[in-house]
């Protein structure tokens, strides 16, 4: 089955639980051909975000639309999904299972079987397609609830944590899949609490703090925009040396290091300057804050 890629859109979505506001007004969009990391603290409303992307919970307001349709029974079908709950059933067959969720979705028996031969190969199942889902370990029934996402040939993709339990080789695997998918067109919308894999695989992240979307952007820009942090050895400086220098704060200072943040007015030469006229400088590290430093800013 092939498809016209288009963006997933999310559109200000908004879900309560009784008292519980799980999501207040949600908006993302998931480009064609771009892998898009979900973050957020334990109950932020991932989950809730991607359940109601999908269509299998509905949003009390707003709407998410596939390549500008609203997502109905149809538009489901061409969604690969993986659950956090994980939705396979425990007795059934590997290789049953899959070309059954293959067929369910639309594809012949013979081509079913096809592709469900290719993907256990590629994530390296293949030689478990006889046994139950429940005799393997749990990182392999994850590797068959991925299969089980990418087995009919999704238009986009919607992952609920699917990185998380993996070994590193199956991390690998699964990073070239979704790579693979996002270069074939694919918009693919993954969560996960693995931060140094978000900001390696990902082109943008959105970052969600008790239901609401608090930041989306490109890695890079998101990193840069919180301020670069600057490591100065200058054994010799006085308490205070860097007090005063426009768009300087100073973060900590131990063993004659000082960590400065700069904000956009600072230069990085005139710190530079204050430095050297304390003294001597044994060092002048400028580091753009991580993912995990910038994400520990904004959800504190
Ligand atoms: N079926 C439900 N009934 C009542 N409250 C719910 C239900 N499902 C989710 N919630 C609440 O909605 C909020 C969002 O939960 P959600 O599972 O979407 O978070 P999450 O970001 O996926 O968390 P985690 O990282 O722990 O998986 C939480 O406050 C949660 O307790």
Same mark, same amino acid.
């Given at each position: 089955?092939?498809?016209?890629?288009?963006?997933?859109?999310?559109?200000?979505?908004?879900?309560?639980?009784?008292?519980?506001?799980?999501?207040?007004?949600?908006?993302?969009?998931?480009?064609?051909?771009?892998?898009?990391?979900?973050?957020?603290?334990?109950?932020?409303?991932?989950?809730?975000?991607?359940?109601?992307?999908?269509?299998?919970?509905?949003?009390?307001?707003?709407?998410?639309?596939?390549?500008?349709?609203?997502?109905?029974?149809?538009?489901?079908?061409?969604?690969?999904?993986?659950?956090?709950?994980?939705?396979?059933?425990?007795? #059934?067959?590997?290789?049953?299972?899959?070309?059954?969720?293959?067929?369910?979705?639309?594809?012949?028996?013979?081509?079913?079987?096809?592709?469900?031969?290719?993907?256990?190969?590629?994530?390296?199942?293949?030689?478990?397609?006889?046994?139950?889902?429940?005799?393997?370990?749990?990182?392999?029934?994850?590797?068959?609830?991925?299969?089980?996402?990418?087995?009919?040939?999704?238009?986009?993709?919607?992952?609920?944590?699917?990185?998380?339990?993996?070994?590193?080789?199956?991390?690998?695997?699964?990073?070239?899949?979704?790579?693979?998918?996002?270069?074939?067109?694919?918009?693919?919308?993954?969560?996960?609490?693995?931060?140094?894999?978000?900001?390696?695989?990902?082109?943008?992240?959105?970052?969600?703090?008790?239901?609401? #979307?608090?930041?989306?952007?490109?890695?890079?820009?998101?990193?840069?925009?919180?301020?670069?942090?600057?490591?100065?050895?200058?054994?010799?400086?006085?308490?205070?040396?860097?007090?005063?220098?426009?768009?300087?704060?100073?973060?900590?200072?131990?063993?004659?290091?000082?960590?400065?943040?700069?904000?956009?007015?600072?230069?990085?030469?005139?710190?530079?300057?204050?430095?050297?006229?304390?003294?001597?400088?044994?060092?002048?590290?400028?580091?753009?804050?991580?993912?995990?430093?910038?994400?520990?800013?904004?959800?504190?």
């Amino acid at each position: 089955m092939t498809h016209g890629n288009g963006a997933l859109e999310i559109d200000t979505i908004t879900k309560r639980y009784g008292d519980t506001v799980a999501l207040d007004g949600v908006s993302v969009d998931v480009r064609p051909g771009e892998i898009l990391g979900f973050v957020g603290s334990n109950g932020a409303g991932k989950t809730t975000t991607m359940r109601i992307a999908l269509g299998v919970l509905a949003a009390d307001s707003g709407q998410v639309r596939l390549d500008g349709r609203p997502v109905d029974l149809d538009v489901r079908r061409t969604i690969g999904y993986m659950p956090e709950e994980r939705g396979l059933y425990p007795k #059934m067959k590997v290789g049953e299972q899959l070309t059954y969720l293959a067929e369910l979705h639309g594809l012949r028996r013979a081509a079913a079987r096809r592709a469900t031969a290719r993907w256990a190969e590629r994530l390296g199942i293949a030689a478990r397609l006889t046994d139950p889902v429940d005799a393997l370990s749990l990182g392999n029934q994850q590797r068959v609830q991925l299969a089980a996402a990418l087995v009919h040939d999704p238009a986009v993709l919607v992952l609920d944590e699917p990185f998380s339990g993996l070994d590193p080789v199956a991390v690998d695997v699964m990073s070239d899949v979704l790579r693979e998918k996002a270069r074939a067109g694919v918009p693919v919308l993954f969560s996960s609490h693995q931060l140094d894999l978000v900001q390696r695989l990902c082109d943008r992240v959105a970052i969600i703090v008790a239901g609401r #979307m608090r930041t989306v952007g490109a890695v890079a820009e998101v990193r840069r925009g919180a301020g670069v942090r600057l490591e100065v050895h200058a054994p010799a400086a006085p308490r205070g040396w860097a007090d005063g220098l426009p768009g300087v704060t100073v973060d900590g200072t131990l063993d004659g290091r000082t960590t400065l943040l700069l904000d956009r007015h600072a230069n990085d030469q005139d710190v530079l300057a204050a430095a050297l006229a304390t003294g001597p400088v044994h060092g002048f590290t400028l580091r753009t804050p991580s993912l995990t430093d910038l994400y520990r800013e904004v959800v504190a």
